[in-house]
């Protein structure tokens, strides 16, 4: 049997559930060079319903609180030596440069004061209940699994694929750039990588002005046991490695878009049922 069919096969693998409970699937742990190994059962959270609300509503919760505040100095655009000249003169009410007619410091006028600027008090902070946030981790992950939402986001990997990839702890201790490469490649999901890498262009607007000169896709979802691990895939284009410990919906679905294309290890998904056991 090929690797592709041992993927397939386990793909129909799933343990027995009784009726109105979910299905706990199982995947093939692949090894490096991408043959299949034994199979492991994923936890539960991957047989969640996908809630594209939830999981939109947790990332934008998790993207407001790190909003930094600003605002305008209160005295902006009204400094100047303006007087108004008084009803019944057949002009508008606008307040001018003594001695003359120019305008200033009202909002309608060239340098004046916005009428309503930001301010520094704003909440920018949004709330999202526990239970809502733990919905919509679950369905983040539960998207992982789903070819159909990894190819909506443009995600590039073999047909046949069993999502998620799960693969022998030997992953983590990749150091090198060129040993992930290498191993990406024999997975066939280097493509995905040089997707991003194309992708990467000038940001528009005065982001460039601000340290985001550029921006560029998001390609692979490295999901690790421990920090510091497989550090090697931290230069490649669009992939980001991420300690299951801290593992959140905004990074299985960036910009509130689920089904990114995830590898996980085998140790990470050890760990993810422990978290979620723990969360209960």
């Given at each position: 049997m090929s690797a592709d069919d041992a993927v397939?096969?386990?793909a129909?693998?799933?343990?027995?559930?009784?009726?109105?409970?979910a299905v706990q699937h199982r995947v093939h742990v692949l090894s490096l060079q991408g043959k299949a190994?034994?199979?492991?059962?994923?936890?539960?959270?991957?047989?969640s319903p996908v809630r594209r609300d939830l999981i939109r509503r947790a990332v934008v919760a998790a993207r407001s609180h790190r909003i930094q505040p600003h605002g305008t100095k209160p005295t902006a655009g009204r400094r100047h030596s303006v007087e108004w000249s008084g009803k019944g003169r057949g002009v508008a009410r606008t307040p001018r440069l003594m001695g003359g007619m120019t305008g200033a410091q009202a909002p309608n006028t060239v340098g004046g004061g916005q009428a309503h600027p930001p301010r520094v008090d704003t909440i920018w902070a949004k709330k999202i209940n526990k239970s809502e946030r733990r919905a919509a981790f679950a369905a983040a992950l539960a998207a992982t699994r789903e070819p159909t939402l990894a190819k909506g986001r443009g995600h590039t990997f073999p047909e046949g694929l069993?999502?998620?990839?799960?693969?022998e702890n030997s992953m983590e201790a990749i150091d090198s750039?060129?040993?992930?490469?290498?191993?990406?490649?024999?997975?066939?999901?280097?493509?995905?990588?040089?997707?991003?890498?194309?992708?990467?262009?000038v940001r528009a607007g005065r982001g460039k002005r601000r340290g985001r000169f550029r921006r560029g896709p998001k390609s692979?979802?490295?999901?690790?046991s421990a920090p510091t691990k497989a550090r090697g895939f931290r230069n490649l284009s669009g992939v980001d490695v991420v300690d299951v410990g801290r593992l959140g919906p905004e990074d299985l679905a960036p910009g509130g878009d689920p089904g990114r294309l995830t590898l996980y290890s085998a140790a990470a998904i050890e760990r993810l049922q422990t978290r979620l056991e723990g969360a209960k």
């Open positions: 397939a096969s386990g129909a693998k799933e343990s027995a559930a009784p009726e109105g409970h190994g034994e199979l492991v059962p994923l936890p539960l959270a991957f047989s069993h999502l998620p990839v799960v693969l750039t060129a040993a992930a490469r290498t191993m990406l490649a024999k997975l066939k999901l280097w493509a995905d990588v040089d997707r991003a890498q194309a992708g990467v262009h692979l979802l490295i999901v690790v």
